[in-house]
């Protein structure tokens, strides 16, 4: 059977690897390179750990950070910190992706890069599939791992009054402890420090559009008017910066609605969730292994119905309630009661099992390993 990968991030490589391995002809098309940086909180909880290892990343190549502790801080002043139930690492998307990368080249998969596929098309029991630059692909199941954005979906919120957000990360120095992961809320946003494998920590930050659009979009008057209110992250933005800012906008959070009825959607495709939970990232490999699962099922049944169906179930109840409380821990912060907000953080502070529960409602169980190959 061939595969066709739209999209190169992790759920898209990390299907394509799990696929190669079982002998399936895989083809992903990635519009753009490896190695590169990306907006990313770079924090990966460990319910992903033994999948990642699975996988094959080499960890013992990287002095990947082990991260147990989180602090959480508010523009107000606060601050409250609790142990991490299950913890979690820190890993650049500059490292990880480029390490998928080449285990999903040894494992047979033929990889694309600066390729963007442009239509998607079932001509009887085929599915033909042609790139910007014409080349034509006859396969059998097409997979969109094209992320929250591309012409195969609408980039539009279930709800009409949502504002988009916009994200933004920089690498920075930081005397941060390396098994600790803060977040710090300022109006109209937070932003997430943590340590990766350099020994440098990454700053990623989220705030709605219209916040910055006061600033007529200059994120350095932004960061220092908004950012710079909350008091513990105002001494991280005055580290140094080893890593210029890269950008990305115009999102929303929720399922993502599907136009294509010959494309399964994987990772962000299907929905996307609040980086306030730190688990993104692990959301993307949770669902490559689940529709893994779902193909070989499908390959031995060879009805599309029922994969259809099993994949749409798992996107509508699993992946809708994690995105559902992800947007409930993320409103938790943006509501703009000052009252409700010391009330909050006070409670947090003085009850730290309080904030430890919070924490939980933003993992999932450990993600199943895959199947050794036949």
Known sequence: MKIAIIGGGLAGLSLSILLGRQGFEVCLFEAGDYPRHKVCGEYISNESKPFVEALGFPFEKYNVPAIKHFRLTHYLGYKAQTTLAKGGF???????DSE???????EGVSVFTQTRAQSVEKQGDKII?????NQIFEVDLVVGAYGRVSNFQHNTAQNAKAQPFIGVKYHIEADLPADYIEIHTFRGGYCGISQIET???????????????????????????ILAENPFLKRHLAQPKVMEGVTTSQFYFGIKPQNEPHILPLGDAAGFIPPI???????????????????LDYNTHKSYE????????????????????????????FRENRLFQTLMMKSFQYVPFALQMM???AVGKDIETPKAPK
């Open 306 to 333: 029922t994969l259809q169906k099993a994949h749409q179930n798992y996107i509508q109840k699993y992946l809708n309630h994690r995105i559902t409380q992800g947007v409930f821990l993320q409103n938790l912060l």
């Open 90 to 96: 820190g890993i650049s998307r500059y490292a990880l």
């Open 277 to 295: 939970t730190g688990n993104g990232m692990s959301l993307a490999f949770r669902a490559s292994a689940e529709l893994y699962k779902l193909i």
């Open 129 to 133: 599939l042609q790139t910007a630059d």
């Open 100 to 106: 998928l990368y080449q285990i999903a080249l040894q």
């Open 359 to 361: 924490t939980r409602k």
């Open 199 to 225: 020994g440098k920590f990454c700053l990623c930050y989220l705030t709605q559009n219209k916040y910055l659009k006061d600033h007529k979009g200059d994120l350095n008057a932004f960061e220092q008017n």
